[in-house]
């Protein structure tokens, strides 16, 4: 690969597609691996996480190279995996422009896509002082690499000053054997290291280290962003941090086989009506590990198998209600995916041994040794590019058109969603009327509808405006209060399920012809 041509075309504003035309961008061959081994966790949920898994392999050296890859690619949701060697910095991040991305200069930014995989390669892959920021976007994959001393203040800034920040839809995202680090708080200019809002779910850190941060991470950036979880955490160091391990605001987190170390004034944050499961965990040397801190809406915890080393546990106050000494759980978790946990007293060793980028992408099947990784089958190069089909919880219905019984629930109702088109609304899609519609801001993205109280519903019907009749590929239906998937299937129409009590449920598209327009999301109890 010549990088200086690299360079001058992409000065010169030549697209990402005429930059691989060209030869500009290596290229390996096609239906490669996406990534070493597969996510354990919430990420395995709601269809699985696959990355860039089928697609081409790019290899890259700058972000302005990252970016010209993305928008190489036909559409935003061709699958691609991205090789990544060398050091990226915001110097050498630049904006492209294609007809596959959506980039800015001084940041990775993955922002409505799909189907990406970014692996450190070789002598491995640092992010010096530039943040991954993540939004309306899913199935992303980011594994063996660095991203250290991203900063929000002083110069150069990036992201926010988060490592890896994700916002606005965000779904399926499986972040391993990654080192995300700063070097300081937020009075030196710092923020999070692994953050989360706006309604992003089905997230998986794992094998990875954190540390020397005043923030190591959240989910949710207030009270009431509550929209976001199903995270999943496991054999992951946290070391030197102040507080936020995570912070949690509404929603599911499941923490096992993590190393706590040298947590100066908090931990594990629930809050806000959050529920923490928090099991096989070693806290060492550390400060109010688990518990509500710094606000007077609680959350809960259920707890088992940790071990608490040297741990310190201040009194309960107004605004702080630690879990220890002795913690007990004070509510039920209940995770849908299988997992082998190790115990606890081996989590400092096996940790030590597999998390962290550039350690040989080692991992534990839970026998306390560490394990070479098992790569992911290699399809054949005849294997066309495929958006990955979720398994659904429950048996496929094909849309039916026959009519439902009841009362249409969603009239009365709110209504919500992952983004919307320009002239289009979400209540649109719940008005009663088919000539105005809902439109996602990308070919895929989510639609709700949300009751104060739960309601029972078993039938979904969904209607497409005129001009956009058949647009709606793949789409799965959701228990947005569990995240269990109700159903999947292809086109609209009337979709039967088994009734199921919940507050909120979802209408995901996962992919489509042309831009949807749904007209009216109906939903009935029969």
Not at 335 to 343: E, F, G, L, S, V
Not at 448 to 465: F, H, L, N, Q
Not at 479 to 496: K, M, P, Q, S, Y
Request: net charge neutral; hydrophobic share 35%; proline share 6%.
């Amino acid at each position: 690969m010549n990088r200086v041509r690299l360079r001058r075309a992409i000065a010169a504003g030549t697209a990402g597609a005429a930059l691989i035309a060209a030869g500009l961008i290596g290229i390996a061959a096609p239906a490669a691996n996406a990534a070493t081994g597969s996510a354990t966790g919430f990420a395995s949920q709601n269809g699985g996480t696959t990355g860039g898994a089928g697609g081409t392999v790019v290899r890259a050296a700058t972000g302005t190279e990252i970016h010209a890859a993305l928008c190489a690619r036909a559409t935003p949701s061709t699958p691609i995996t991205i090789e990544v060697q060398g050091t990226v910095t915001v110097g050498n991040t630049a904006k492209v422009s294609g007809a596959g991305c959506s980039t800015a200069a001084g940041v990775i930014e993955l922002k409505q896509i799909s189907n990406v995989s970014i692996i450190g390669v070789g002598s491995g892959a640092t992010f010096d002082q530039i943040g991954i920021h993540i939004r309306e976007s899913s199935n992303i994959i980011i594994q063996n690499v660095t991203v250290k001393n991203v900063k929000k203040s002083g110069s150069p800034t990036s992201n926010g000053g988060d490592a890896i920040g994700m916002e606005s839809g965000v779904r399926n995202v499986w972040v391993d054997h990654a080192t995300l680090e700063a070097s300081g708080g937020e009075s030196a200019g710092f923020d999070g290291l692994f953050d989360m809002k706006a309604d992003t779910k089905y997230v998986t850190l794992s094998y990875s280290i954190l540390r020397n941060s005043g923030r190591g991470g959240l989910i949710g950036s207030s009270e009431s962003d509550r929209a976001n979880g199903f995270v999943t955490f496991h054999h992951n160091l946290y070391q030197n941090i102040d507080s936020r391990t995570p912070l949690l605001r509404g929603g599911i987190a499941h923490m096992f086989n993590n190393h706590y170390l040298s947590l100066n004034e908090s931990g594990i944050n629930s809050r806000a009506g959050a529920q923490a499961k928090v099991e096989n965990n070693y806290f060492e040397d550390s400060k109010d590990v688990l518990g509500t801190f710094y606000t007077d809406q609680p959350g809960t915890w259920q707890v088992s198998g940790n071990i608490f080393d040297n741990v310190t546990w201040s009194p309960r106050g107004e605004d702080t209600n630690p879990a220890g000494p002795n913690p007990v759980s004070t509510t039920t978790v209940s995770i849908p995916y299988a997992y082998t946990a190790d115990a606890a007293s081996c989590v400092p060793g096996i940790v030590a041994s597999t998390a962290g980028a550039n350690k040989g992408l080692k991992v534990s099947n839970g026998s306390c040794t560490p394990q070479n990784p098992s790569p992911t089958p290699t399809p054949t190069a005849t294997t066309p590019p495929t958006t990955p089909t979720p398994t659904p919880t429950a048996p496929s219905p094909t849309p039916s058109p026959s009519a439902p019984s009841g009362t249409n629930l969603s009239r009365g109702a709110e209504a919500d969603g992952s983004g919307k088109a320009s002239g289009t609304g979400y209540g649109d899609a719940i008005d009663g009327s088919l000539s105005t519609y809902w439109s996602p801001s990308s070919n895929t993205g989510r639609i709700s509808v949300k009751w104060s109280s739960a309601k029972t519903v078993s039938t979904v019907v969904i209607r497409e405006a005129a001009g956009a009749v058949g647009a709606i590929g793949s789409w799965r239906v959701v228990n947005n209060d569990t995240g269990a998937v109700l159903a999947t299937g292809t086109g609209a129409g009337t979709i039967r399920f088994a009734a199921t009590s919940l507050k909120k449920i979802n209408f995901e598209i996962t992919s489509a012809t042309a831009k949807p327009r749904v007209a009216e999301f109906e939903t009935y109890a029969g």
